[in-house]
């Protein structure tokens, strides 16, 4: 039998979550071992944020110059009509992946975090056996921390397999399918969905909710909607996916009138959720508390039970990276004896659309609802010069701050390229700006981030630009 390994700090699960925790304890001293039981970097960095956004940008090229070719371009360029290879895109993807996962490998190393590969099962809430290519291994630890994140959720009546794809395999496909269904209009089946619209396939998207991205108010989804028609992608409110067609490949719907219809698929991308991941491997027998399936922290995520810490997906919503990273680089930090809480105002959050979409702290219809008295500003792109000179003028920045005081509540953004802006609105937030800070802050114009200036003008009653 392998010999025990005895840690201070057992991570399990090398996602942005797990990975950032094990690299920031080991910065700082501790003895620390990660598990990992598929790739180091986690869904974000395989399966998730990063080659998503690959191959969202390859379809924006492709688009970009497809437009050019068959519509007149107003910059007086012409071009031939693109062709795709969509496994030299997916080779192109899978080679920045590589290059990113041996990145986390080296980090990992500098810090002088043990990496063991295998799946890890909890024989106690401070000893796990890992199953590695060698044999058993066996680690026991002061503190546990688990960050084994999510997995797509099944639908009982449309397994995944065959023409029934998640998000995963969504993301290597060799060709462009003709025809795409894709069952769920959240961020994760928009900004797929929209990437293959682009790339040519016929896109047509179920919904069971009456508006895609039922997370956001209607106004920061109105441009994203007014896209998916010009792109031609078909979109169901209200209808419900029922199973697989009996005769050819194709998902059954009923609409939202009640009629059942067939909607023939090459592929069907179901994106319905994400549930975290606990079972099958002795969590499930520690019976740490629970918020609803996920596990239950407090501020310092710290679990029901003493020395097991959980952060990332598996510790509930909002399921996004950067919460995982900050949540890991938090519990380090308390682990090696300093002294953290987790005090966030907010966590941007980014739908890769097109446009795109950002949030950050309250929306107008949450500030009113904690009971806030509020201003709101709003900028719309077609009055920013540089939105017209890059033809994207779709969109608007939002500012939400107290009546009173002008305390900035929240900052919501849709257009081109919006996505930079989010840190922007981010640290307006946390440094607990007001709108006079950001109306005194000077933009570099022309930039797109005028637009937040003017919103909070706006709110304070004076614009300049509208
Ligand atoms: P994960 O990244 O899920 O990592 C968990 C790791 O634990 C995995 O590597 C897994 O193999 C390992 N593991 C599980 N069980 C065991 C075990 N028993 N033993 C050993 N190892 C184990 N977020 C964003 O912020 N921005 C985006 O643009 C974005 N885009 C996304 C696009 C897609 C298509 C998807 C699916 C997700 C996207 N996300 C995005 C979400 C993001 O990927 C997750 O929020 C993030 O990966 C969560 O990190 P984590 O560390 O909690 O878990």
Redesign the pocket.
Known sequence: PMKEIVCKLLV???????YICAIRAGQLGVDTVI?????A????LN???IP??ALIHAAEEFEKINHMANAKSPLGISVEAPKLDLAKTVAWKDGIVGRLNSGVLGLLRKAKVKIVH????FRDGKTVE?ETETGTQVIRAETVVI????E?VELPFLPFGGPVIS?TEA?SLKTVPQKLVVVGGGY?GL??GTAFAKLGAQVTVVEATQQILPQYDAELVRPVAKRLGELGIRVLTGAKAKGLSDEGVALLIETAEGEEQRLPADKILVTVG?KP?TEG?GLDELDLDRAGKFLRIDDRCRTSMRGVHA????TGEP??????MAQGEMVAEIVAGKKRTWDKRCIPA?C?TDPEIVTAGLSPDEARAQGYEIRVGLFPFNANGRAMTMLSEDGFVRIVARADSNLVLGVQAVGTGVSELSSAFALAIEMGARLEDIAATIHAHPTRSEGFQEAALKALGHALHI
Do not use: Q
């Open positions: 399990i699960g090398a996602g942005p979550g797990g598990v990992e039981a598929v790739k970097g986690g869904t974000c399966i998730g944020c998503s956004k295998g799946r890890a099962r890992v960050a084994t994140g999510s797509p998000s993301l994760i900004e797929l994400r991941r491997w952060i990332g997906d598996i399921m996004l990276a950067h919460r995982a980014v890769f």
